[in-house]
Nanobody, 124 residues
Framework: QVQLVESGGGLVQAGGSLTLSCAAS????????MGWSRQAPGMEREFIAG???????YLADSVKGRFTISRDNAKNMVFLRMDGLKPEDTAVYYC??????????????????WGQGTQVTISS
């Protein structure tokens, strides 16, 4: 059974940093893309970052220049480094993984597996 488990969320002040981690189990995702989405209260889920099997990143405009996505294939993990956090970054953050080869990494429809989410709260 595939599981994606996020960790690293919490409460930080505006301007601070957090690094989210996602550990995958049940199968390896070395050959597939992985990513992150988020959902703020009362808002639709927003896909914010993806990374190809080769390490090529995609970042949504809302986080470009502040967030960095990376992966460790040996550990079957993906990370999201978040700097310059703003109150509007407050959301539940979800890890995602592709289950088969796909052309893209930038849309939620490109992903087959999702984690349960971790809360990130930014205070002003």
């Amino acid at each position: 059974q595939v599981q994606l488990v996020e960790s690293g969320g919490g409460l930080v002040q505006a301007g601070g940093s957090l690094t989210l981690s996602c550990a995958a189990s049940g199968r390896t995702f070395t050959a597939y893309g992985m990513g992150w989405s988020r959902q703020a209260p009362g808002m639709e889920r927003e896909f914010i970052a993806g990374i190809s099997r080769g390490g090529v990143p995609y970042l949504a405009d809302s986080v470009k220049g502040r967030f960095t996505i990376s992966r460790d294939n040996a550990k079957n993990m993906v990370f999201l480094r978040m700097d310059g956090l703003k109150p509007e970054d407050t959301a539940v953050y979800y890890c995602a993984a592709q289950g088969r080869l796909r052309i893209g990494i930038a849309r939620p429809e490109d992903y087959d597996y999702w984690g349960q989410g971790t809360q990130v709260t930014i205070s002003s």
